[in-house]
C-alpha cells in the first residue's frame, strides 16, 4: 500500500523526533515572588508563627509570672492537670454550647434579616444600616449597655417582664440563665456581620432561577430550600468558619458582664479560661497548655469542615 | 391546545423615552410555532417575558386560550419556559430538575417517573439523568431545559434564544430537533432568536420586531420574497438584500425606475401609480446576473462556501442614487473564475421596490 497523498499530509512522516520542550519558570521570576510575598511572610512568622510555637513550648513549662523563679520543664503536666479537672471539661462544654448557638444563632438570624430587607421596602437602607450597626461597637460597650437590659432590678426585661406580672430570671447568679445572657449578647452585636455577608450573596443570586422557580408554580418554602439556600452554599460555609472562630474567640463582652462567673466558672469559655489562668492565677505554662489544645482543636474542625465542603463539590 | 393573543401590550420603562415593546399585536394560532426575530433591543424577549408574566404589561392584554391572563403570575399560566442561560437549578441531577415543576404540582411518583423517562428518552438524555448541570456540556444542558419544559405538558412553551449559546454545528442539529419535537407535541410555541436562519427555518410564521415595533408576521418564504418593509427585507436573508435609495423614475410608455444610466427595469403595471420620483431598489443576491451591458462593479472580495459563492461589489461609476450598504452582494452560481480586484458588468433579474418615503413595499401600499 502506498502511502495516502491527502495535500498538506505529504510531510508528516517523521524523520526523527521533534525536539521535547521545557518551560522552567526563569530564576527572575522565582525571586520577583519570593521579594514581593517576603514582607507579609516575614509579619507572619513574628507575629503569627513564632507565638504560636513559643506558645506550645512554654505549654510544657510550670511559670509563675509574678514571681522571679525561672520557669521549669514539666513535661506534659500541665496537660494531664486540665484533663483531670472536671471544671475543665464543663468549660469545653459552656464553650460548645455558647459556640454552636452563637453560630447557629447569628447565621439563621442574619440571613432572616437579610431576606426580609433583600426586598424593596420603604426605609430599608435606615434598617440595614441599624442592623450593622452594633458589629462596629466595640464588645466592651456592648456588654456594659446589656447590663441595662439583663438587670434583675432595673433592667429593660425586668421592667418588660413586670408589666405581665412575671419575675426577672436572675442572669447574673443563675449559672444557666448568665449563659443564656452572654449568648444572647454575643449575636445581637454580631448579628450585623452575617446579616451584612448573607445581603450581598442575596443580591448576587441568579434571577434567571428564580424565574425559572416561578414558572414551574414553586410553593415559597420550597423555593427557599431548593433553589436560595443551595445558592447560597459557599456563602453559608464561609460564615460558619468565621463566626465560629470569632465565637470562639469571645473575651471582652464575658469579661465585662460577667467575668466568667457566676459560681467562678458558669460563663467561662476556653479563651476566658486562658486569661484567667496565664494573667490572674499567674500560671503562664497551664494557660499555654490550654490555648494549645484549642488551637489543635479548632484546626480539627476546621478541616472537617473545608472536607465537608470539598466533598460537596 | 390553544392560542395565543398579545393584543396591543406594551412595555414602558420609561414613559419620556419610546416605549421597549410598543403595542405588538400578534394572534398565535393552536398548535403554532411562531418565531419572533429581531435585532438585540428590539424587544423581542420582552415580549416573550410579557406573555410569561415575568414582565409586566403596561398596555394591552396577553391571552391564553382566550383567558385574559394578563394580570395572573407566572405560575398560574401554565406556560413552560426555556431560558437562554437554561436556569438549570445546579444544585440538582437532570431527573431532579425536570421532576422539580411536577413535584410541585403534587403528581405522584409515577407518573413524574414515566413523564421523565419520556422526556429522556425523546431527547436521548437517559445516560445523563443523574449528572448535575456543572457536569455537562452546552448541549446537554440545552436538552434536560427542553425536558423540564416538555415533562410540564404545558399548553405553550416559550423559547428565549435557546440555541444562542450552542456552536454552528450543535445549532443546526438542535434546530431540527426542536422543530419536529413541537410538531409532534403540537403544543403553540414563541420561540424567540436573533438568528433570523433559525427563525426562517423553525417558525409556521415569522414574526419580525424592530424597535420594539413590529414588522411584519408572515410564513418564512413568503416573508423572504414579500418583505412589507425595507427593514425586514435588510433583515431576513443573508447576505443581505442590496438595497437602493433615491432611484429615479422615468415615466414612458413602461415606468422603469433607473438603477444605473442605461440601466433601466421595469416598475410593475400596478403600483405605477403610487410611485412619485424616486423609488427605493432592493435586489437579492440571486437576483443579479452577470451580462456585458450591465452597471460596471468592481469585486472587491469573494466569499466561497463551497456549494455556492457570493462577490461583494461596489458600484465603479456614478450611480443615480445611492447604496445603503456601501456595497452589494451577488451570488456566484459555478462563476469560479470571479476574484477580488476585477472588474464585471451586473444586471438584476428581480426587483422589489418600496416607497421611497415610508419604505414599504409598493405591494402592501
Given at each position: 500500500?502506498?502511502?495516502?497523498?491527502?495535500?498538506?499530509?505529504?510531510?508528516?512522516?517523521?524523520?526523527?523526533?521533534?525536539?521535547?520542550?521545557?518551560?522552567?519558570?526563569?530564576?527572575?521570576?522565582?525571586?520577583?515572588?519570593?521579594?514581593?510575598?517576603?514582607?507579609?511572610?516575614?509579619?507572619?512568622?513574628?507575629?503569627?508563627?513564632?507565638?504560636?510555637?513559643?506558645?506550645?513550648?512554654?505549654?510544657?513549662?510550670?511559670?509563675?509570672?509574678?514571681?522571679?523563679?525561672?520557669?521549669?520543664?514539666?513535661?506534659?503536666?500541665?496537660?494531664?492537670?486540665?484533663?483531670?479537672?472536671?471544671?475543665?471539661?464543663?468549660?469545653?462544654?459552656?464553650?460548645?454550647?455558647?459556640?454552636?448557638?452563637?453560630?447557629?444563632g447569628s447565621m439563621v438570624l442574619g440571613l432572616a434579616l437579610a431576606l426580609l430587607l433583600d426586598r424593596p421596602l420603604r426605609g430599608r437602607n435606615a434598617v440595614r444600616s441599624l442592623v450593622f450597626a452594633p458589629y462596629?461597637?466595640?464588645?466592651?460597650?456592648?456588654?456594659?449597655?446589656?447590663?441595662?437590659?439583663?438587670?434583675?432590678?432595673?433592667?429593660?426585661?425586668?421592667?418588660?417582664?413586670?408589666?405581665?406580672?412575671?419575675?426577672?430570671?436572675?442572669?447574673?447568679?443563675?449559672?444557666?440563665?448568665?449563659?443564656?445572657?452572654?449568648?444572647?449578647?454575643?449575636i445581637w452585636?454580631n448579628l450585623g456581620y452575617t446579616f451584612v455577608i448573607y445581603l450581598a450573596a442575596l443580591q448576587g443570586l441568579?434571577?434567571?432561577?428564580d424565574?425559572?422557580?416561578?414558572?414551574?408554580?414553586?410553593?415559597r418554602l420550597?423555593k427557599f430550600f431548593?433553589v436560595t439556600l443551595?445558592q447560597l452554599?459557599?456563602t453559608t460555609?464561609?460564615l460558619?468558619?468565621?463566626?465560629?472562630?470569632?465565637?470562639?474567640?469571645?473575651?471582652?463582652?464575658?469579661?465585662?458582664?460577667?467575668?466568667?462567673?457566676?459560681?467562678?466558672?458558669?460563663?467561662?469559655?476556653?479563651?476566658?479560661?486562658?486569661?484567667?489562668?496565664?494573667?490572674?492565677?499567674?500560671?503562664?505554662?497551664?494557660?499555654?497548655?490550654?490555648?494549645?489544645?484549642?488551637?489543635?482543636?479548632?484546626?480539627?474542625?476546621?478541616?472537617?469542615?473545608?472536607?465537608?465542603?470539598?466533598?460537596?463539590? | 391546545?390553544?392560542?395565543?393573543?398579545?393584543?396591543?401590550?406594551?412595555?414602558?420603562?420609561?414613559?419620556?423615552?419610546?416605549?421597549?415593546?410598543?403595542?405588538?399585536?400578534?394572534?398565535?394560532?393552536?398548535?403554532?410555532?411562531?418565531?419572533?426575530?429581531?435585532?438585540?433591543?428590539?424587544?423581542?424577549?420582552?415580549?416573550?417575558?410579557?406573555?410569561?408574566?415575568?414582565?409586566?404589561?403596561?398596555?394591552?392584554?396577553?391571552?391564553?386560550?382566550?383567558?385574559?391572563?394578563?394580570?395572573?403570575?407566572?405560575?398560574?399560566?401554565?406556560?413552560?419556559?426555556?431560558?437562554?442561560?437554561?436556569?438549570?437549578?445546579?444544585?440538582?441531577?437532570?431527573?431532579?430538575?425536570?421532576?422539580?415543576?411536577?413535584?410541585?404540582?403534587?403528581?405522584?411518583?409515577?407518573?413524574?417517573?414515566?413523564?421523565?423517562?419520556?422526556?429522556?428518552?425523546?431527547?436521548?438524555?437517559?445516560?445523563?439523568?443523574?449528572?448535575?448541570?456543572?457536569?455537562?456540556?452546552?448541549?446537554?444542558?440545552?436538552?434536560?431545559?427542553?425536558?423540564?419544559?416538555?415533562?410540564?405538558?404545558?399548553?405553550?412553551?416559550?423559547?428565549?434564544?435557546?440555541?444562542?449559546?450552542?456552536?454552528?454545528?450543535?445549532?443546526?442539529?438542535?434546530?431540527?430537533?426542536?422543530?419536529?419535537?413541537?410538531?409532534?407535541?403540537?403544543?403553540?410555541?414563541?420561540?424567540?432568536?436573533?438568528?433570523?436562519?433559525?427563525?426562517?427555518?423553525?417558525?409556521?410564521?415569522?414574526?419580525?420586531?424592530?424597535?420594539?415595533?413590529?414588522?411584519?408576521?408572515?410564513?418564512?418564504?413568503?416573508?423572504?420574497?414579500?418583505?412589507?418593509?425595507?427593514?425586514?427585507?435588510?433583515?431576513?436573508?443573508?447576505?443581505?438584500?442590496?438595497?437602493?435609495?433615491?432611484?429615479?423614475?422615468?415615466?414612458?410608455?413602461?415606468?422603469?425606475?433607473?438603477?444605473?444610466?442605461?440601466?433601466?427595469?421595469?416598475?410593475?403595471?400596478?403600483?405605477?401609480?403610487?410611485?412619485?420620483?424616486?423609488?427605493?431598489?432592493?435586489?437579492?443576491?440571486?437576483?443579479?446576473?452577470?451580462?456585458?451591458?450591465?452597471?460596471?462593479?468592481?469585486?472587491?472580495?469573494?466569499?466561497?462556501?463551497?456549494?455556492?459563492?457570493?462577490?461583494?461589489?461596489?458600484?465603479?461609476?456614478?450611480?443615480?442614487?445611492?447604496?445603503?450598504?456601501?456595497?452589494?452582494?451577488?451570488?456566484?452560481?459555478?462563476?469560479?473564475?470571479?476574484?477580488?480586484?476585477?472588474?464585471?458588468?451586473?444586471?438584476?433579474?428581480?426587483?422589489?421596490?418600496?416607497?421611497?418615503?415610508?419604505?414599504?413595499?409598493?405591494?402592501?401600499?
Amino acid at each position: 500500500m502506498t502511502a495516502p497523498t491527502i495535500p498538506g499530509l505529504e510531510n508528516s512522516t517523521l524523520t526523527h523526533e521533534p525536539p521535547q520542550r521545557k518551560y522552567k519558570r526563569g530564576t527572575k521570576a522565582t525571586l520577583l515572588g519570593l521579594a514581593l510575598v517576603l514582607p507579609n511572610l516575614i509579619l507572619l512568622l513574628v507575629f503569627t508563627y513564632r507565638p504560636l510555637i513559643d506558645n506550645i513550648r512554654l505549654s510544657f513549662y510550670n511559670w509563675n509570672i509574678a514571681s522571679t523563679r525561672p520557669a521549669t520543664f514539666v513535661g506534659l503536666d500541665n496537660y494531664i492537670e486540665w484533663a483531670q479537672n472536671p471544671v475543665s471539661w464543663q468549660i469545653v462544654l459552656q464553650t460548645a454550647i455558647f459556640t454552636v448557638a452563637a453560630v447557629a444563632g447569628s447565621m439563621v438570624l442574619g440571613l432572616a434579616l437579610a431576606l426580609l430587607l433583600d426586598r424593596p421596602l420603604r426605609g430599608r437602607n435606615a434598617v440595614r444600616s441599624l442592623v450593622f450597626a452594633p458589629y462596629v461597637i466595640s464588645g466592651a460597650a456592648v456588654g456594659v449597655a446589656f447590663q441595662f437590659v439583663f438587670d434583675p432590678g432595673y433592667g429593660l426585661i425586668q421592667d418588660l417582664l413586670g408589666r405581665v406580672g412575671l419575675d426577672s430570671p436572675q442572669f447574673y447568679t443563675n449559672p444557666n440563665w448568665a449563659l443564656f445572657m452572654i449568648t444572647t449578647t454575643y449575636i445581637w452585636k454580631n448579628l450585623g456581620y452575617t446579616f451584612v455577608i448573607y445581603l450581598a450573596a442575596l443580591q448576587g443570586l441568579r434571577k434567571d432561577l428564580d424565574e425559572a422557580a416561578e414558572i414551574d408554580r414553586t410553593p415559597r418554602l420550597r423555593k427557599f430550600f431548593k433553589v436560595t439556600l443551595p445558592q447560597l452554599r459557599p456563602t453559608t460555609f464561609f460564615l460558619s468558619i468565621t463566626v465560629l472562630l470569632n465565637s470562639l474567640q469571645v473575651f471582652d463582652i464575658i469579661n465585662v458582664m460577667t467575668r466568667g462567673g457566676p459560681l467562678e466558672t458558669s460563663t467561662t469559655t476556653l479563651v476566658y479560661q486562658v486569661y484567667q489562668e496565664t494573667f490572674v492565677n499567674s500560671r503562664a505554662g497551664y494557660g499555654a497548655a490550654i490555648a494549645t489544645i484549642m488551637f489543635l482543636a479548632v484546626l480539627v474542625i476546621t478541616v472537617v469542615q473545608v472536607r465537608m465542603q470539598e466533598r460537596d463539590k | 391546545m390553544v392560542d395565543v393573543q398579545l393584543q396591543h401590550i406594551s412595555r414602558i420603562y420609561d414613559p419620556s423615552r419610546p416605549a421597549a415593546v410598543h403595542r405588538v399585536n400578534i394572534h398565535v394560532r393552536d398548535g403554532e410555532f411562531l418565531t419572533l426575530v429581531g435585532p438585540s433591543g428590539s424587544g423581542k424577549s420582552t415580549c416573550l417575558r410579557m406573555v410569561a408574566g415575568l414582565e409586566p404589561v403596561n398596555e394591552g392584554s396577553v391571552l391564553i386560550g382566550g383567558k385574559d391572563v394578563t394580570e395572573l403570575r407566572p405560575r398560574d399560566r401554565d406556560v413552560a419556559m426555556v431560558f437562554q442561560s437554561y436556569a438549570l437549578y445546579p444544585n440538582m441531577t437532570a431527573r431532579q430538575n425536570m421532576a422539580f415543576a411536577l413535584e410541585n404540582a403534587g403528581m405522584t411518583k409515577d407518573e413524574i417517573n414515566r413523564r421523565v423517562e419520556n422526556a429522556a428518552a425523546m431527547l436521548e438524555l437517559e445516560p445523563l439523568l443523574d449528572t448535575k448541570p456543572a457536569n455537562m456540556s452546552g448541549g446537554q444542558r440545552q436538552r434536560v431545559a427542553m425536558g423540564r419544559a416538555i415533562v410540564r405538558e404545558p399548553q405553550v412553551f416559550l423559547m428565549d434564544e435557546p440555541l444562542s449559546n450552542l456552536d454552528a454545528r450543535l445549532r443546526v442539529s438542535t434546530r431540527a430537533q426542536i422543530a419536529e419535537m413541537q410538531r409532534k407535541l403540537g403544543v403553540t410555541t414563541i420561540y424567540v432568536t436573533h438568528d433570523q436562519t433559525e427563525a426562517m427555518t423553525m417558525g409556521d410564521r415569522v414574526a419580525v420586531l424592530k424597535d420594539g415595533i413590529l414588522q411584519q408576521v408572515d410564513e418564512p418564504m413568503h416573508l423572504y420574497r414579500h418583505p412589507g418593509n425595507t427593514f425586514v427585507a435588510g433583515f431576513i436573508g443573508s447576505p443581505s438584500m442590496a438595497l437602493i435609495e433615491q432611484v429615479p423614475v422615468i415615466p414612458g410608455s413602461v415606468t422603469t425606475a433607473q438603477i444605473a444610466p442605461g440601466i433601466e427595469v421595469p416598475i410593475p403595471q400596478e403600483f405605477v401609480g403610487k410611485v412619485e420620483d424616486q423609488v427605493i431598489v432592493g435586489v437579492r443576491p440571486e437576483h443579479w446576473d452577470i451580462e456585458d451591458d450591465g452597471v460596471p462593479v468592481d469585486v472587491t472580495h469573494v466569499e466561497q462556501l463551497g456549494a455556492e459563492s457570493f462577490a461583494y461589489v461596489r458600484p465603479a461609476g456614478e450611480l443615480p442614487g445611492t447604496l445603503r450598504t456601501g456595497s452589494l452582494a451577488i451570488r456566484l452560481l459555478g462563476k469560479h473564475e470571479i476574484e477580488a480586484g476585477m472588474r464585471i458588468s451586473i444586471a438584476p433579474t428581480r426587483c422589489t421596490f418600496f416607497d421611497a418615503e415610508t419604505e414599504i413595499n409598493f405591494e402592501y401600499l
